[in-house]
C-alpha cells in the first residue's frame, strides 16, 4: 500500500509564497505521474498542476507563471512552489499519484493524500 502526506501549508497574505511538498510511503517503484489538486470552499476538486514520469508538466490557467511543480519519481516526492498567493488560491491542496509501478507490475490506482491548507488573506 502506498500512503501520501502533504506538508506545508499554512496562512499567508496576498503577494507571498508557499512551497507544499508531497512524499510517498511503501511498496513502489515509479509512478505515472505526480500532482497537485486544490479544492476550494464549496467548490469541486480541480488540477493545479501534474508532473509527468518523464518530467512534462501541465498546469492550471491560473497557476501559469506563478507556481512551479518539481519531483523525484524514484523518490515519490512532488513540490510545488506558489508564489505571488491570491485570496482565490484559498484551498485545502492534495497530492495525487497515478498508475503504480512496483515489483515488476503496473497498477492503474489513484492515491491521494489527506490535503494540506492554505489560507491566503488579502
Known amino acids: 500500500q502506498v500512503q501520501l502526506v502533504e506538508t506545508g501549508g499554512g496562512l499567508v497574505q496576498a503577494g507571498g509564497s508557499l512551497r507544499l511538498s508531497c512524499e510517498a510511503s511503501?511498496?513502489?517503484?515509479?509512478?505515472?505521474?505526480m500532482g497537485w489538486y486544490r479544492q476550494a470552499p464549496d467548490k469541486i476538486r480541480e488540477l493545479v498542476a501534474i508532473?509527468?514520469?518523464?518530467?512534462?508538466?501541465v498546469y492550471a490557467d491560473s497557476a501559469k507563471g506563478r507556481f512551479f511543480i518539481s519531483g523525484d519519481n524514484a523518490e515519490g516526492t512532488v513540490y510545488l512552489q506558489m508564489n505571488s498567493l491570491e485570496p482565490d488560491d484559498t484551498g485545502v491542496y492534495f497530492c495525487?499519484?497515478?498508475?503504480?509501478?512496483?515489483?515488476?507490475?503496473?497498477?492503474?490506482?489513484?492515491?491521494w493524500g489527506n490535503g494540506t491548507l492554505v489560507t491566503v488573506s488579502s
Open positions: 495525487n499519484f497515478k498508475g503504480l509501478w512496483s515489483s515488476g507490475a503496473y497498477f492503474d490506482m489513484d492515491f
Open positions: 511503501g511498496n513502489f517503484f515509479r509512478f505515472n505521474t
Open positions: 508532473i509527468s514520469r518523464g518530467g512534462g508538466t
